[in-house]
């Protein structure tokens, strides 16, 4: 099992940037990939990016291409998500996610660790 925590979430204007980490423990050496998945009130979880527990091979939703970045720090066990150029529909609790499979990393249902979530909120 990976333990995911995830930090770094805040309130912040449109047009702002924000930067939210997670922090991957326990069996660590499991994990192909890590998503990041957003949740806003009434709506379904949905996919935002990925990346390759290795590095590289990264997929980005097309709602946040362009904007977002995600990034891994494999001595430090941690994946980023740079968040730039925000919008309101952009907030939301973020979700980090593990999974030990390839293939289908937009679905949530391939991911088997999650973190509990970090809030953003993005004022206009």
């Known amino acids: 099992q990976v333990q995911l925590v995830e930090s770094g979430g805040g309130l912040v204007q449109a047009g702002g940037s924000l930067r939210i980490s997670c922090v991957a423990s326990g069996r660590t050496f499991n994990i192909y990939r890590m998503g990041w998945f957003r949740q806003a009130p009434g709506k379904e979880r949905e996919f935002v990016t990925t990346i390759m527990w290795t590095g590289g091979s990264t997929d980005y939703a097309d709602s946040v291409k362009g904007r977002f970045t995600i990034s891994r720090d494999n001595a430090k066990n941690t994946v980023y998500l740079q968040m730039n150029s925000l919008k309101p529909e952009d907030t939301a609790v973020y979700y980090c996610?593990?999974?030990?499979?390839?293939?289908?990393?937009?679905?949530?249902?391939?991911?088997?660790?999650w973190g509990q979530g970090t809030q953003v909120t993005v004022s206009s």
């Open positions: 996610a593990a999974t030990p499979y390839g293939g289908q990393w937009r679905s949530a249902a391939r991911y088997t660790d």
